[in-house]
Every structure is written in structure tokens, then in C-alpha cells.
């Protein structure tokens, strides 16, 4: 339902199932909500008119005939009306969404039905037609067309009820406009004969290629799944420019894969599969991405793929015809001087294609052989982090008698590894340790401080310290370790400056590699340590711990209250000669211990953050009675609830409850 209406009688929405029903439901929808508003008095709802609801019906049923043929899923519906303005007068506003926006929104003209008997919509030149203005909305798993019919008689300040010629002089003007959208509108619903989609239209290529090839540019960006970039691809030429298209994909030592096949007519992609992979085009990389006629498949065979103007068989239900031939053309995808695959596509009863057409498809297919190298970049980078990720964090968490544990860890992006990490060990002398952790910055950087960071700590427990001792002397290795990369650093660039000098004994370094500043290694980090009481001394565990510039660790009670349980002291890796206190008290049977990082904290909305006025006590308060699991989970909804927007930073969440 829209927001920020001045009237909430003044909107209505319907959710409508992705059927051939759908339009039919939409239309009485639509008169149902016009029929509403007029009985409410509403003051737009004064300049109804026939035409108008009309209108509202035609486009209605178009939009929704879309959604359904070409995304399958369920279509959501919203009318609403907005008030007048100074500039504009009153509108009818409709939305129709579907939940498949990686579909290509259709647009050709023309009212005949498709071959087969199906019904594809006139499309958006008919929204064009009827409305003042129109639009597309991509959201996450959302397209959203919309449209805004004027209506003309109502403007700013005026009542039609009560002041009858509140009609504005230019209304002949206005009513000139309705019946030239009435005759366009005609025009496009009338059935006359269609342009043969074979014919290709030299202005329209002239006119459509740079938006077709934004439109093209616009879904491939971002599409990390080089079968999803296949799948695209296919589907922007098809109808458009080709009556088929099937596209391989190769990798280094591996044979092409057929990796998507696309007919306009769905029933001949199965058959044309078949073909394909039995002649796939041999084109040489010295193509170089251009056009590279090439046979078309199964010309040979007397049940070859029709064309677009194939027509029935006798007994009105085959996808094959006699239409054996056309023009067909291949073209190398090549990214970065590599092949990367190939792209083939045909249209029936051509002998050749247009020069306009084929370059307008060598700059398109170069896009799509970008896509699919970044793709391949994205997941091979994406394999590396999760192998790294998995070799950083702990496969599994020691239980510790006494304790209850959850744990929540969500890294910001799946191709990158995390900055966060936690661990929970067994220490020495029949005490475990727990760890949770920021470590400046994310990626390869992090990950080289995490791993070294999670061996040290257990070390230095087992080995006896303090819980302020092991904070002190990992404090002391990491700044040693930084001290050694950056003289590392320095002598690398002593000995790439001697080379480029052409002095002997010193190799060349890359530039990149000579003027890159050691990275900071420095980190937030929260650790203690917890001792079972026995059952004899009334249970509980003592826990002692320590805070070096982390998130403060929380306390609840049973009884609701909500305490710090320390302070916060030195970042790790700052500063030399730095003390770290710890402190000691005793979880009781029902408390429970909240540890998290500053990507719950610092969970942004707006300009406000989630631990704003103490947001994080308040929400561990509403916690009381929740087992370790109950907590983590509500206090992770209330930070997802918190701002509509993913979270822009790890999340990471430890729950210790003494039982």
C-alpha cells in the first residue's frame, strides 16, 4: 500500500494469481475501487468519467496480461489517487509489480495474437497511449510498472460538485488530448495485419540501439552467475533481433558447455537443443567478437527449426513447419584478449542479416563477454574467501559444562572474507576461553590478522596468563608483527627503486607493490575466561574477562535488569606498553551474557544507530526468560528490523546463559 497518502480511502490493492484469471479479476478490481471512491465523495473522484474508467480498464488488463505471461508469478496490484497540484491535475496512479524482474519488459506493437493462440499483450505502447506519464521500478525480486491517467477536470482548489464550471478554459484542449489518446489507443487494439517480425525495422535499430544496449547493461551488471548472464542474454535478443539464440560457455581445458538454449516459441527450444549440440559453430578467436556466418543447424534434416512464420500443421498443434532456413550468425564471446564462449542465433527467411543488425549485436554480445569474465573473477575470488573463511573460524565450539552457547555469524558479503571472528576453547587448569573479535578492515588483510590472532590466543591461554596477560602480550606480537611488514615493505622498496635505477643485485618490483603503505593491524577484541562452580558450591561460573576497545559485553538477570559487565580499554595493536585489567564476578543459574560486534551496535538507520540510548541493554531486556537460542535469534530480528537496508558490516553474536 502506498505511503505518505493524505486520504487511506484514496488507495486500494489486490494480490492476484499469476493465471490466465488475472486480468479479468483486475478489471473488476479496478471498477470496484472507482465505484468506492465515488460513493465516498472523494474530490478526484469528481472527475470520473466513462472514458476515464475506460482507460484505467484497458491498462489494467495489459500491465497485468504482461506480468503474467512473461513472469509466472503473483502480481501485486495498487490504484490510488493523487490530489491536484498547481502544476498538475488530479490522477488515477496505478501499479502493477511481478516478482521476476530479470525479465525483459515487453514492448512491441501490434494486436494480433501470437502463433500458438497465445495472448501476449500489446505492451507498453499501448501504457504509452493512455497515459499522462509512465515507468519502471526495478526493486530487489520486484519490477514495478506504473502509470498516471490525469484526470483532467479536476484541478487544485476546485470542486466539480459545487462549482459546475470549474472546468478550466483550456478544457476543448483537454478533451482534443482524451480523443487523440482514444484514437491512439484504437489504433493499437484494432486488429490489423502485423509487420512480419522478420522484417527488421532500419529506424527502429537507429533509434532502439543505445537503449537496448543500456537496457542490456543495466540487467548484466551485477550478475555474478555466468548461466544467469547465458539465460539474459538470450532473452534480450530473442524476439527482438533473432528468432533463436543458444550460447556455450568454455573454460581452460574444458570442452564448451552448452550453457543456454532460447526459442520464441517455447515448444521448439527442446528440439532446437538437439541441434545445437550436435553442430556446435566452430568459430575462430581471430573473429575477434564479430559477426561469423555460420550454417543453420539441421538445415540437412526435413523437420528443421521453424522460423517465426512457421505455420501449423494439419492438425493445428505442431511446432515444426517447412520453414527450414534463415540467416544465421555466430559470434566469439572475448574478454580481456581470452575466448570465453560462443554465441550463435538465427532468424528464419533471411539470407543474410543487416549490417545494422549485426553490429548492434557485436557490441552487445562484447557486454555479455564482460558479464560473464567478471562473473568468473567474482567466483573465483568468492571460492577463495570461503576456503579462507572456513580455515579461519573454528569448526566447532567446546561446550562448557554449565553453559549454555548460541552463536550468530553473518559475514557482509558471501565474496568477502570477514573482518570478525570468535572462538571458544578449552584453557588451562579446567577453564575455557572464549574470544570475539573486529578486526580492522575486511579482506585479505583481515584474514592475515585473523589467522594469526585465533592460534596466538589459544596459545597464551593454555599456557597459564592471565585473562590481562594474554590481552598484554598479544597487544605486544601484533605490533611486532607490524613493525616487521613495514621494514618488509621498506626494503622491498629500497630494492625496486635500485632496480628501476638499473643497479645490479636488486630485482624490479612492481610499482603497485612499491608505493603500497603497510595496512594498520590493529583490532577490537573481548576475551575471558569461565570456571565451572561444582554442583556442591551452589554452581555458576566465575568468568573473568577484558575489553580492548570492543562492543561492552552485557549482563541480564532473571529479574530484567541489564548491567555492563566491563570497561572499555586500548585497541589491540596501537599502542606499546599497555595494560590490560580484567574483571571477575559470577554468572548464576538464569543469567546470561551478551557478546557482540560493532556491526550490531553500529547497525545504521538513518542518521540513528541501534545502540543509540542504549538500544542493545533495552532490547537484551526484553529478553528475559528466553533460553541462549531465543536470545540470539530476538536479538537479531530487532537488528535486521532496524533499518530496511541489509546490514553494511559483519554481524557477529555470542550468547553464554549459566544453567
Request: with cysteine; glycine share 12%.
Amino acid at each position: 500500500m502506498p505511503g505518505g497518502l493524505s486520504d487511506p480511502h484514496s488507495a486500494a490493492w489486490t494480490s492476484l494469481p499469476g493465471n490466465p484469471l488475472a486480468p479479468a479479476a483486475a478489471r473488476r478490481f479496478v471498477r470496484a475501487a472507482l465505484a468506492e471512491w465515488t460513493g465516498l465523495g472523494l474530490p478526484a473522484a469528481d472527475g470520473f468519467t466513462d472514458q476515464l474508467a475506460d482507460d484505467a480498464v484497458i491498462l489494467v488488463n495489459e500491465l497485468v496480461t504482461n506480468a503474467v505471461v512473461h513472469a509466472g508469478t503473483n502480481v501485486e496490484l495498487v490504484c490510488h489517487l493523487e490530489e491536484a497540484t498547481e502544476d498538475d491535475p488530479a490522477a488515477l496512479v496505478v501499479e502493477v509489480s511481478d516478482h521476476h524482474p530479470a525479465r525483459v519488459v515487453r514492448n512491441e506493437p501490434g494486436g494480433s495474437p501470437a502463433a500458438g493462440g497465445h495472448e501476449f499483450g500489446r505492451g507498453l505502447h499501448l501504457v504509452a497511449a493512455l497515459s499522462a506519464c509512465w515507468g519502471v521500478t526495478y526493486r530487489t525480486g520486484l519490477k514495478t510498472i506504473w502509470a498516471r491517467i490525469a484526470i483532467d477536470a479536476v484541478l487544485p482548489g476546485m470542486h466539480t460538485a459545487l462549482h459546475p464550471a470549474a472546468l478550466h478554459p483550456g478544457s476543448a484542449d483537454l478533451a482534443d488530448q482524451a480523443l487523440q489518446r482514444g484514437l491512439r489507443a484504437a489504433e493499437i487494439l484494432a486488429p490489423v495485419p502485423r509487420r512480419a517480425a522478420r522484417e527488421y525495422d532500419s529506424d527502429w535499430i537507429n533509434r532502439g540501439a543505445l537503449s537496448f544496449l543500456a537496457e542490456a547493461s543495466d540487467l548484466l551488471t551485477g550478475q555474478f552467475d555466468e548461466d544467469m548472464i547465458a539465460a539474459l542474454a538470450a532473452q534480450l535478443l530473442v524476439p527482438r533481433l533473432a528468432d533463436w539464440c543458444a550460447v556455450w560457455l568454455e573454460e581452460e581445458g574444458a570442452a564448451p558447455r552448452l550453457a543456454r538454449v532460447w526459442h520464441q516459441r517455447e515448444c521448439s527450444i527442446e528440439e532446437l537443443r538437439g541441434r545445437v549440440e550436435k553442430e556446435p559453430p566452430a568459430v575462430p578467436d581471430s573473429a575477434r567478437g564479430g559477426p561469423v556466418p555460420v550454417p543453420w543447424p539441421g538445415v540437412d534434416d526435413p523437420g528443421s527449426i521453424e522460423g517465426t512464420e512457421g505455420t501449423a500443421g494439419a492438425a493445428g498443434t505442431s511446432c515444426t513447419s517447412g520453414a527450414h532456413d534463415g540467416a544465421a550468425v555466430a559470434y566469439r564471446l572475448i574478454a580481456g584478449g581470452r575466448g570465453l564462449g560462443t554465441l550463435m542465433l538465427g532468424r528464419a527467411g533471411l539470407t543474410r542479416m543487416p549490417d545494422e543488425v549485426t553490429g548492434l549485436i557485436e557490441d552487445f554480445v562484447r557486454r555479455v563477454a564482460l558479464a560473464v569474465a567478471a562473473a568468473r573473477q567474482y567466483t573465483r575470488q568468492a571460492t577463495i574467501s570461503r576456503v579462507l573463511q572456513r580455515a579461519l573460524l573454528p569448526g566447532q565450539m567446546a561446550d562448557i559444562p554449565g553453559i549454555e552457547k548460541a552463536l550468530v555469524y553473518e559475514p557482509r558479503g558471501q565474496g568477502v572474507a570477514g573482518g570478525d571472528f570468535y572462538d571458544v576453547f578449552p584453557g588451562a587448569s579446567g577453564s575455557w576461553s572464549f574470544s570475539l573479535g573486529d578486526v580492522q578492515g575486511n579482506g585479505p588483510e583481515a584474514a592475515v590478522v585473523t589467522g594469526l590472532v585465533r592460534p596466538w590466543l589459544r596459545l597464551l591461554a593454555r599456557e597459564g596468563r592471565s585473562v590481562g596477560e594474554v590481552l598484554g602480550r598479544l597487544n605486544g606480537l601484533l605490533l611486532d608483527d607490524a613493525v616487521e611488514a613495514a621494514e618488509a615493505t621498506a626494503r622491498m622498496a629500497v630494492a625496486g627503486a635500485s632496480g628501476a635505477a638499473g643497479a645490479t643485485g636488486g630485482p624490479a618490483v612492481p610499482v603497485g607493490l612499491r608505493e603500497a603503505p603497510p595496512q594498520p593491524r590493529f583490532l577490537s577484541l573481548l576475551y575471558g575466561e569461565l570456571v565451572p562452580f561444582a554442583a556442591e558450591d551452589g554452581g555458576g561460573v566465575r568468568c573473568t574477562l577484558a575489553c580492548a576497545g570492543h562492543p561492552l559485553p552485557l549482563v541480564l538477570r532473571p529479574d530484567g535488569s541489564v548491567r555492563p559487565a566491563a570497561v572499555s580499554q586500548m585497541l589491540l595493536g596501537v599502542l606499546d606498553d599497555v595494560t590490560y585489567e580484567s574483571e571477575t564476578f559470577v554468572l548464576q543459574a538464569g543469567d546470561t551474557l551478551l557478546c557482540v560486534t560493532d556491526g550490531v551496535t553500529e547497525r545504521r538507520s538513518g542518521r540513528r544507530m541501534f545502540d543509540d540510548a542504549d538500544g542493545l541493554a533495552a532490547a537484551l531486556g526484553r529478553c528475559v526468560g528466553l533460553s541462549a537460542q531465543g536470545v540470539a535469534e530476538r536479538i537479531m530480528r530487532e537488528v535486521h528490523d532496524f533499518s530496511p537496508t541489509p546490514p553494511d558490516d559483519d554481524v557477529a553474536l555470542l550468547v553464554l546463559q549459566a544453567m
